[in-house]
């Protein structure tokens, strides 16, 4: 069965520090890989993906992630965080077999200023 | 996000009873999903259409019961709503392929007594 696998539940981090948020899948197929954010009270929005390229692709609000095909990982980055990252981010591989997304339990992270 | 509406935004029933949600969207988008969210379980999808004569159980299906009565308006379903059904309900659309970026909704706020 297709599985993703967020390695951290809840990350609490001070102001500046960096920031990586593990992200692994079972679906070795052809991937289409997404990292939601979800802000205190909001609606979910897309961070930033992968369908093809570049590995390192660049999201809003200075994050990135590397896929790695090999290690099935799609972590997410950023070198310096801010109080307004707090947020609950949510990994999404595609659903093996069908047109959809599988998402991640998700992390929070917290930012103390 | 303004193109993607659901309500209502809060609903407390009692068990037993039939509740629907409705989600519409202005975004001229093909694909509608319902997804509903745990607190530590992130997002699972119950339901999916791909146009309107298309219906898709998701990974939860049971219990729940979808109608895709126009391409801008996907409803959810209750028909016998139980307390492990509250939760937050979101719906979500999308365009062609599962490359692309879904776009939520402010989600609904179910409580079953």
């Known amino acids: 069965a297709q599985s993703v696998s967020q390695h951290n539940h809840h990350v609490i981090l001070s102001e500046a520090a960096s920031l990586e948020l593990g992200c692994n899948y079972s679906?070795?197929?052809?991937?289409?890989l997404f990292w939601y954010v979800q802000y205190p009270g909001q609606h979910l929005q897309l961070l930033l993906k992968?369908?093809?390229?570049?590995?390192l692709v660049k999201g809003i609000k200075g994050f990135e992630a590397e896929f790695i095909k090999s290690k099935f990982s799609f972590n997410l980055r950023k070198p310096s965080v801010q109080w307004s990252d707090t947020a609950e981010y949510f990994c999404?591989?595609?659903?093996?077999?069908?047109?959809?997304?599988?998402f991640g339990k998700g992390t929070m992270l917290l930012v103390s200023p | 996000d303004a193109d993607v509406t659901q309500t209502p935004r809060n609903r407390i029933t009692k068990t037993g009873k039939r509740i629907m949600l409705e989600c519409s969207q202005t975004?001229?988008?093909?694909?509608m999903y319902w997804y509903r969210q745990d607190p530590g379980l992130g997002l699972r999808l119950i339901y999916y259409?791909?146009?309107?004569?298309?219906?898709n159980k998701g990974e939860i299906s049971d219990g729940y019961s979808v109608s895709r009565q126009a391409q801008a308006k996907f409803s959810l379903s209750l028909e016998s709503a139980i307390p492990n059904q509250t939760a937050l309900y979101f719906c979500?659309?999308?365009?062609?392929?599962?490359?692309?970026?879904?776009?939520f909704g402010p989600g609904t706020r179910l409580t079953v007594l």
């Open positions: 979500a659309t999308s365009y062609g392929g599962a490359e692309n970026e879904q776009f």
């Open positions: 679906y070795g197929g052809t991937v289409n």
């Open positions: 992968y369908f093809s390229g570049d590995p």
């Open positions: 999404a591989p595609p659903r093996r077999g069908y047109s959809t997304l599988t």
């Open positions: 975004k001229g988008h093909d694909r």
């Open positions: 259409s791909f146009d309107v004569k298309d219906i």
